[in-house]
């Protein structure tokens, strides 16, 4: 039945679809299955829905790309998201224009201001960036997606439950009976590594009261896992738990500490986060982000919104999950 002024809301709910499923489909996306189109033109045939020309035009008129900014493009952690980034944009019509940071702020800005005008929305991931830094760095006009960047910037956001995956390991390594454990952290000023180091010391209080773990800095990348075993070696720290930051770092601990012919983990447990692919072949006990998972769902959202949804600035918390492998049972070498 035909009504006044109808809008796009009113055609996908005459069509039972989303607002984004109309929107795909009255600009002719070729991801929208045949059945679905023909639904919507007679919904909005039926509704005499006219689209507003003045935003059609700017709709017509837009890229169909997504800007990534990343702190980096390499490692099987960032691989991950923009497999799944990728995944969903080519099921949407749209592609991924990419660019990194670097972990500089100053890059970051650089790197986000330089898709202004290039690209219909943003999918940004800045753990280094304070909450000021990251609002000044993204663009008013441009919607945005943040994905493990600091609160306060008011947009819509992903970010890692840390704290719950980082107390598993603990407990799960403390129940092996390890008692001297070592964290093995991300850079300072990374959001990641802040949670991550936080959520360490608290399990390790919580299950181990009045003794003191050993926390060493390192930078997310494999060989200061290997550098952090070479330096507890050379003070003398014991140790017979490594938990660390990422599984980047957990690997190169695991090399060195089997380099110098260190049972793992009849001598030293070893656990990271993140669970990369690496990892599963390894035998590394770990934390499962779903990291593919979680790059299409940033992309989806912002997609959404870009067709008609409302992106709310509404923080999404992603669960993790605690894999044990080989490399913290009891009673392997």
Known sequence: MRQASATIRDVAREADVSVASVSRALNGHSSVHPDTRARVLAAAKSLGYVPHAGARSLSLARSHAIGVVLPDLHGEFFSEIVRGMDREVTARGYHLLLSNMHADAALAAQ???????RVDGLVVMAPQLDAAGLDDALPRDVPAVLVNSHDGAGHAAFRIDNGAGMAAVVAHVVAAGRRALVHIAGPDGNIDAQERRDAFLAACARHLPGVQP???VGDFHEESGGAAVAMLRARGIAFDAIVAANDQM??????????????????VAIAGFDDIPLSRYLGLTTVRVPLAEMGARAVARLIDALEGATLTPETQTVPTEFIPRLT??????
Do not use: H
């Open 250 to 267: 957990a690997l190169g601990a695991l090399t060195a500490l089997r380099d110098a012919g260190t049972a793992v983990p009849g001598e």
């Open 214 to 216: 050993t926390v060493v």
């Open 328 to 333: 913290t049972a009891a009673g392997a070498s």
């Open 111 to 117: 790197a986000v201001r330089s898709m202004r005008g």
